[in-house]
């Protein structure tokens, strides 16, 4: 398993273990970003070799941990163990929450960067589906948009037909991938995810990190703007 990566100036990532949900090997991914005031801000972090965190103490504290989606704030407690001093931010609960844990949350992510990363990253909460409600986060200095489950793209691996057809299915098989064609039928409110999607595209970004597949160096407005064309479809 590869440590961490740089993706961009004061940008990494590194790739964990793959885990299981509903019957399937998702690979999972987390996101450092290195703030003005020299601290770390990991996003939906994963378990790494001990020379990762390692080099993540050499880049600076690390201060905030995140969960991006509701779904991943079960990946908060081994970091809170091993970081007990850093802050602890997760989305609103909803159905779709894996785990309501224990965890001492400093607070809920929303719509607007709290003031302590808001120099270094602005984000939204992308509305309109009551069953997860993702936060997306903008690295302005890089240009780079962070956005972990909403996108998939799953390779075709030789060897596993049943998974290979069931991301076909799903819309979130390689080389385009997309939103997953159940998820985008969760989308009840259209109209409030479409203000989402205005505002993301506002964004003057150029690449992407994804959770779940490749991610992308360049032209990444274009592939968001076909990734969500089906939420475009039908607006007046
Ligand atoms: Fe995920």
């Known amino acids: 398993m590869p440590g961490l990566q740089a993706f961009a100036k004061d940008v990494w990532i590194a790739d964990g273990p793959n885990v299981r949900d509903f019957g399937v090997m998702f690979t999972t991914r987390m996101e450092v970003v290195k703030l003005s005031d020299g601290s770390l801000w990991v996003n939906s972090p994963v378990a790494v070799p001990f020379d990762t965190l390692q080099r993540m103490n050499q880049l600076g504290p690390v201060r905030y941990l995140v969960a991006a989606t509701p779904r991943h704030v079960w990946r908060l407690e081994a970091w809170h163990t091993l970081f007990p001093e850093a802050e602890l931010w997760a989305p609103r609960s909803t159905p779709f929450t894996l785990k309501k844990g224990h965890l001492p949350l400093t607070g809920i992510l929303g719509d607007r960067p709290p003031q302590c990363w808001a120099d270094n990253l602005d984000q939204l909460a992308f509305k309109g589906n009551p069953l997860i409600e993702e936060i997306l986060f903008f690295q302005r200095e890089s240009r780079t948009v962070i956005l972990d489950d909403l996108i998939q793209i799953h ?47 506002s964004w003057d970004f ?31």
Request: a positive charge.
């Open 155 to 201: 390779p075709i691996v030789k060897g596993k037909p049943f998974r290979n057809a069931l991301f076909k299915l799903a819309g979130v098989a390689s080389p385009d991938g997309g939103v997953a064609h159940d998820i985008k039928m969760t989308f009840t409110n259209r109209k409030l995810a479409r203000r989402s999607l205005e505002r993301l595209l």
């Open 206 to 236: 150029d690449r992407l990190i994804i959770a779940h597949g490749p991610c992308i160096e360049k032209d990444a407005k274009p592939f968001m703007r076909e990734a969500f064309r089906w939420l475009e479809r039908g607006a007046r």
